[in-house]
């Protein structure tokens, strides 16, 4: 049984940080790319950043320079490191992981910036 739990969310003001966990079972971590997508209110979920098996990233370029994913292949963990929040990165963060065809996901951590 695939298990994706996420966890790290909370509420902060504008220019905190955050850090987001997402620790995986019943996959073979280290082939699958792993991803935080967010979905805020009344919005399409979005891919916020990924990490390929091979370490490769992308950003949304809404993020780029305030965050950070890594992953920990011996911990089956990925991580989300979440500098300079702003109100508009409001949302419920999900991780993903994606292996060909296969895809699973965790079921959210609520993130809220708001002073």
């Known amino acids: 049984q695939v298990q994706l739990v996420e966890s790290g969310g909370g509420s902060v003001q504008p220019g905190g940080s955050l850090r987001l966990s997402c620790v995986a079972s019943?996959?073979?971590?280290?082939?699958?790319?792993m991803g935080w997508y967010r979905q805020a209110p009344g919005k399409e979920r979005e891919l916020v950043a990924q990490i390929s098996s091979g370490g490769g990233t992308n950003y949304a370029d809404s993020v780029k320079g305030r965050f950070t994913i890594s992953r920990d292949n011996a911990k089956n963990t990925v991580y989300l490191q979440m500098n300079s929040l702003k109100p508009e990165d409001t949302a419920v963060y999900y991780c993903?992981?994606?292996?060909?065809?296969?895809?699973?996901w965790g079921q959210g951590t609520q993130v809220t910036v708001s002073s």
């Open positions: 993903n992981a994606r292996l060909g065809t296969s895809r699973n």
């Open positions: 019943g996959i073979i971590f280290s082939l699958n790319t």
